[in-house]
DNA sequence: ATGAAAGCGCTAACAC
DNA sequence: GTGTTAGCGCTTTCAT
């Protein structure tokens, strides 16, 4: 058995209460007895047990985290990273519910209560499984990553979709691009709606008209990106510049014009979108948006503590500034 | 508050012993009471709160998880998602330990016992830092990946390095090179104490002697691969194919042979070891090692609950075999 | 077959 | 300033 508050109490010569005073940090105890337990604490190398202290109604200092994705995401490395700091900083520690599911029969709020968790951030694509509702109904903090869900104890942290893919079109336009395509991700989807209304504006600014043959819907992988970049090589008059929602697409997307005996950026310029490691690597490396996941993970988790800690918080609603990092895949318009 | 056991069993008009049995399956209760109490249970959507329940005594289903290298391990996703396979199907949740590091202040170890962790999975290089001592001795299950632990409750499951290595070695010979190099690990490490002696059995069934020169130390990164292949560039007579202990030593050699102005497959051949995701996507497309890391993650956790289980069984020690994935960066030796 | 009651380790009134 | 005690939600003897 380990050890606990009853074996340092007796240790130490004094009541359970007492002990748990000092653990607590109550300022009615005295300064020797305090030392005196302390001590003991230290020397049976005491802590107490957790599950304890939460049923008798502690906090438990555990927080959820959930992939509407599976663990495929590829930023699930980067966002940790950056939920980690705040994680430590803010004495959490991270669960991650194998059993949960949004939907399914045990439902990840009745999990999360089972197990006394405090909050959860959740991530992932939009999905049309993925049924929010009880988890809002259910009042338990959470804080939605690239889904703008604003709602009861919920709110959301993303990147600055918008503001980027502008600032992308700028940067094509300077270029002397004027056709301007967008291979976008699910149709529809948060990020997706903020981005290509970012891309509209963009032109506009650069004085160039939207044409709706120049956007194709896509689902941020690979495959998309190769079949989009297909039907706009197709059209009677191709785009010289694409953006794509992804690095993948992008990715997906340079296969396509390749294989159209076309090079990029020479031919085409061709724009990613998160700056996923593979970006640097490719040929030619990906000239790209770079989301900064890690201010993303570590925000979230401390909106969450918040969210936690404050029961009449208003849920936050927090965009993240991005990055265009310049590499080799874009290049003048040709003329 | 959320709905207890006493709810239930007011509801149904039973004890509360009596709700506790149909939840855990005792036998010896009445087939109408037993309905009767489920219906209730789903009503009001009972579940039992598990930080009571492993209070009691019984387990709390929570297998924690440490990684010696933070969150960067480039096997971080592949591995998780084999455990979660696991995870679900043995019904365990995984918890990271945010706060916990080997050899701090708040060990490990504490922590766990402090959360009722039943057994821990760690993985990550060899690390000067890092202090299993604790671990081993306090006799939590523990399963490690990568590291040759195998002592009181705690056992490891790893890739088949000496015979992924051995069969390297014959792949290159049979393109007829004779010059083979190692570009290894952190030197002595498990892994590359048994990809070097792969290395040098190899060798030996191909009648090629083994030269010390041809043998350096590096630390999986890129930057040793870099440098340790302009080593290699130095000696009077350099190799014409390289081992490399991982892609990205791999990706870093190719960066020295490239400024050396020399080519690869032409000139040198570069083989890789992990098949990380980048491997597919970099010029030339690296042949390499995969190591099955969905497979490792999901039996590290079937070992585990095996380990937890039985509390006499010996410690695992797995060894899951490798697939070389021949891709462009391996040719024929020059003449 | 069912229920009453003890107790897991801890905290929080409430006495003293 | 310190101790006694009730009780968090659950499981498990032990009676009945």
New binding site residues.
Partial sequence: ?????????KAA?????????V??G?????E???EKVLKYVKELQ????????S????RSMTIGIFLTTGLVHPFFTRILAGMEQALQARGYDLIYLARMSLGKEISLVQHCQ?RNVEGVVVFGFQHENADFGELIESGLPAVFIDLDICEGRAGYITSDNREAMERAVAYLADLRHCRLAYIGGIKDSYADLHRLAGFQTGLARAGISYREEYRIAGDFTREAGYLAMQRLLALPEPPTAVLCCSDMSAIGAIEAIREAGLSVPEDISVLGFDDIELAEYIQPALTTIRQDMTTIGRRAVELLDELIVDEKLAPPEVIVPTELVVRQSCGPAKV
């Avoid at 058995?1 to 109490?9: G, H, K, N």
């Avoid at 049923?55 to 502690?58: D, H, S």
């Fill in positions: 058995m380990a050890t606990s508050i009853r074996d340092v109490a010569g004094v009541s359970v209460a007492t002990v748990s005073k653990l607590n109550y300022t009615t105890v005295n020797q007895t305090k005491f802590r107490p047990n957790l599950a304890a202290r049923l008798v109604g502690r089972s």
